[in-house]
């Protein structure tokens, strides 16, 4: 079946180090987004990506990196610089327009807790 | 700048009621809408959109409402359920807008047996 895997589903990290999440998906999907949930602020765009080797920064990128060098593939690093990463990561691709959800299709998330 | 804004944090329903969620937005761009439900630790789901040209889509218990002219939705639940309690999220799509969805805040719906 085909889908979104994100993992860990669980990842601690230190202060001072930088952490990457993986996003895999085998939909075919050309846009791949990266999404952060926080209590009370809804789920907010870290960066997307269109097409493989481009993508763009969304609306919180500060302390973030991305990179696109397949297609499958969407993984996100957490730098230290970013200042609060305890959070709800979520991973979502998506298809043409056209269909009722415009394709979108969500990761189940990965919890990450800096210890 | 929050461009979609559910001004309510949480709704508690008595099962079989009706359960209403509402959702503001601001940019008047805005071309297709979708709500979302959402359980702790998971990935949202898709539960119903509707594009700007239209003001109400249906599908079984769920019905959207827009009014443009308000910049309001609104998502009716009908009759509600135990199982429906969760997160509903509130999201735009921008009119060319590469496809990236705003989200809003989220509302807390709580059905009691």
């Known amino acids: 079946d085909g889908g979104i895997t994100q993992s860990p589903k669980y990842l601690f990290r230190k202060e001072g180090q930088n952490v990457t999440l993986s996003c895999e998906q085998n939909?075919?999907?050309?846009?791949m987004y990266w999404y952060r949930q926080d209590p009370g602020q809804g789920l907010r765009l870290i960066y997307y990506?269109?097409?493989?080797?481009?993508?763009q920064k969304g609306d919180i990128a500060e302390g973030y990196s991305v990179s696109r060098e397949k297609k499958e593939s969407f993984p996100l690093t957490v730098t230290s610089a970013q200042k609060n990463p305890t959070a709800f990561y979520l991973c979502?691709?998506?298809?043409?327009?056209?269909?009722?959800?415009?394709?979108?299709?969500f990761g189940s998330g990965t919890r990450l807790t800096v210890v | 700048d929050q461009q979609v804004k559910q001004n309510s944090p949480s709704l508690s329903v008595q099962e079989g009621r009706i359960s209403i969620l509402n959702c503001d937005y601001t940019?008047?761009?805005?071309?297709?809408f979708l709500w979302y439900k959402k359980y702790p630790a998971e990935g949202p789901t898709f539960l119903i959109s509707?594009?700007?040209?239209?003001d109400k889509n249906e599908d079984g218990r769920f019905t959207v409402f827009l009014n443009k002219s308000a910049k309001h939705l609104s998502l009716h639940i009908v009759p509600s359920q135990p199982g429906d309690s969760a997160v509903y999220f509130c999201?735009?799509?921008?009119?060319?807008?590469?496809?990236?969805?705003?989200f809003g805040q989220g509302t807390i719906l709580t059905v009691h047996p």
């Open positions: 509707i594009s700007s040209i239209k």
């Open positions: 999201a735009a799509i921008l009119y060319r807008g590469h496809g990236k969805l705003t």
């Open positions: 979502a691709s998506s298809s043409p327009r056209g269909l009722q959800n415009y394709g979108y299709t």
């Open positions: 939909l075919n999907h050309d846009a």
């Open positions: 940019n008047s761009m805005f071309d297709y």
């Open positions: 990506s269109q097409i493989v080797n481009d993508f």
